[in-house]
């Protein structure tokens, strides 16, 4: 199946920070990439979806301005998660869609972020 | 969008066979159903997809009746290392598509 490589897999940094994560299609294309967080013994939650060439769209809830999202290539989107905070401190996954009819997703390993 | 609803969770025992039954009652005409396992600290990974009837592969196998407002994953012969959640999606392709949501996701223990 189609690979999703997504960096750093953990990362720690002090509140105030920025930190960026990046999710890459390595076989494939992706017009359009996912970003879910998920939080311990919860369901994923989508933030947002990354098209390729134009602005994401953003969950109800989520901040735009703290959860920037960029979607340069038809393989690279990457979250840049600026001035972290604890309440930030999260597991993230990325995900890719292939461009066939059934829309199977093929997901990142994720990043768990800690911020101290 | 069409909303999944899992049971939360189910114990079975290494070498059963475990069948998992996802509710997706407004599945849309162009809808696919598609599974995903979830490890800890893991991104999901794909399983099965189907749209009608029965899909089978490797791994597992999909039950799919005729209304397609249900599904079933069935696991064969499952082993400690299927322990995960299993989370259940339908969608819809396209340009952009609709927006994947996850449901709750059933937690499947296998017991030695």
């Known amino acids: 199946g189609a690979v999703v490589s997504q960096h750093p897999s953990r990362v720690i940094c002090k509140s105030g920070t920025s930190v960026k994560i990046e999710c890459r299609s390595l076989d494939f294309q992706a017009t359009t990439m996912f970003w879910y967080r998920q939080f311990p013994k919860q369901s994923l939650m989508l933030m947002a979806t990354s098209n390729e060439g134009s602005k994401a769209t953003y969950e109800q809830g989520v901040e735009k301005d703290k959860f920037l999202i960029n979607h340069a290539s038809l393989t690279l989107s990457t979250l840049t998660v600026t001035s972290a905070h604890p309440e930030d401190s999260s597991f993230y996954i990325c995900s890719a869609r292939d461009r066939s009819p059934s829309e199977k997703l093929f997901f990142g390993s994720g990043t768990q972020l800690s911020v101290l | 969008l069409a909303k999944t609803t899992q049971p939360i969770s189910m114990d079975s025992y290494e070498g059963q066979e475990v069948n998992i039954t996802c509710s997706h009652n407004?599945?849309?005409?162009?809808?696919?159903i598609t599974w995903y396992q979830q490890f800890p600290s893991q991104g999901p990974r794909f399983i099965i997809q189907g749209y009608k009837t029965k899909v089978t592969n490797e791994v597992a196998s999909l039950f799919i009746p005729a209304d397609r407002k249900s599904s079933t994953l069935s696991l064969p012969r499952v082993s400690l290392s299927d322990t995960a959640v299993y989370y259940c999606?339908?969608?819809?392709?396209?340009?952009?598509?609709?927006?994947?949501?996850f449901g709750a996701g059933t937690i499947l223990r296998v017991k030695s």
């Open positions: 407004n599945i849309a005409t162009n809808d696919y």
């Open positions: 999606l339908v969608a819809t392709g396209g340009e952009y598509g609709n927006k994947l949501v």
